[in-house]
C-alpha cells in the first residue's frame, strides 16, 4: 500500500492565507504567535517558514496591516491585523471554499460506476 500523506502541501498552500486572515479577524498576532495558533488548531507540522511569506504577501497586497509593539523579552514584535479590504477578501475566500468543498464532497461521493470492458 503507498503511503498517503496526512497533509498535502498543496493543499496547504491554498488555504494558508485564508487561514491566517480568519485567525487575525479574531485577534491580531505577531508571527510566532500565529504559527503558535494555526498549531493549537490543528496544523501541527505548520512551520514559521511557511507563515511568513504569507504574511509579508498580505501586507504587500494591503490585505492585512502591521504594527509595532514593545516587548519585554527582546524587539519589538510586529503584529498584523487585516485590513477591510482583507475581511473582504477572506468573505470572498469563504464562499469559494464552501463551494470547491460541495463539489469536492460530491464528485467523492458518487458510487463508482462498473468498469466496461
Request: charged residues 20%; positive net charge; proline residues 7%.
Amino acid at each position: 500500500m503507498i503511503p498517503v500523506p496526512v497533509r498535502d502541501p498543496q493543499l496547504l498552500k491554498g488555504v494558508l492565507p485564508m487561514l491566517v486572515v480568519a485567525l487575525l479577524r479574531e485577534q491580531d498576532s505577531y508571527g510566532y504567535e500565529l504559527v503558535t495558533r494555526l498549531q493549537d488548531s490543528g496544523l501541527t507540522d505548520i512551520a514559521a517558514g511557511s507563515v511568513y511569506p504569507v504574511l509579508t504577501r498580505l501586507e504587500k497586497e494591503g490585505l492585512l496591516e502591521s504594527y509595532l509593539v514593545s516587548s519585554s523579552a527582546g524587539p519589538a514584535r510586529k503584529y498584523y491585523t487585516p485590513t477591510h479590504a482583507g475581511l473582504d477578501h477572506l468573505t470572498a475566500q469563504r464562499r469559494g471554499w464552501q463551494t470547491l468543498k460541495d463539489v469536492v464532497a460530491v464528485v467523492l461521493t458518487h458510487s463508482p460506476k462498473e468498469t466496461r470492458r
